[in-house]
């Protein structure tokens, strides 16, 4: 085990590995590169989508679209698009009489930490086809 605290920039060191009980182990060193990049922050609107509708219904939300915004190391700024998220509304978790529902945010790339959706709460209303 290792530990090292406000790293500022990337680090390579040669560590031995940690010897097991009747374990042979060669190369009994490896070399390690702890990559440090900053973060930054980014917001993407993305599509709000009904999922868990009974056949029949519409479950249509206002507004369409939503903000979500999370950190990302500077690498993933770019590739990072709204492609990459997917928010559901889930008509399972409708309260009868109201006329509100969260949002969740149900895929998401690895490097997003952090997120938060705007708004977090989307009005809806549910249509007869």
């Known amino acids: 085990p290792f530990s090292y ?20 182990m060669l190369p009994s060193k490896v070399n390690m590169r ?17 999922v868990n509708v009974p ?21 993933e700024y770019e590739p990072t698009t709204s492609n990459d998220f997917t928010v559901e509304a889930d008509y399972s978790s409708v309260v009868p009489g109201t006329e509100s529902i969260k949002p969740v945010i149900t ?9 938060s959706l705007s708004p977090r709460v989307v009005e809806f209303i549910i249509e007869q086809q």
């Open 5 to 24: 605290h406000e790293l500022e920039d990337s680090l390579e060191l040669e560590t031995e590995l940690t010897p097991m009980h009747n374990v042979k």
């Open 107 to 115: 895929r998401y790339p690895s490097s997003a930490r952090h997120m």
């Open 34 to 50: 702890i990559g440090v990049e900053q973060l930054t922050q980014k917001t993407v609107e993305v599509p709000v989508t009904p």
């Open 55 to 75: 056949e029949g219904l519409t479950l249509r939300t206002f507004p369409r679209r939503v903000k979500v915004t999370f950190q990302t190391v500077i690498s």
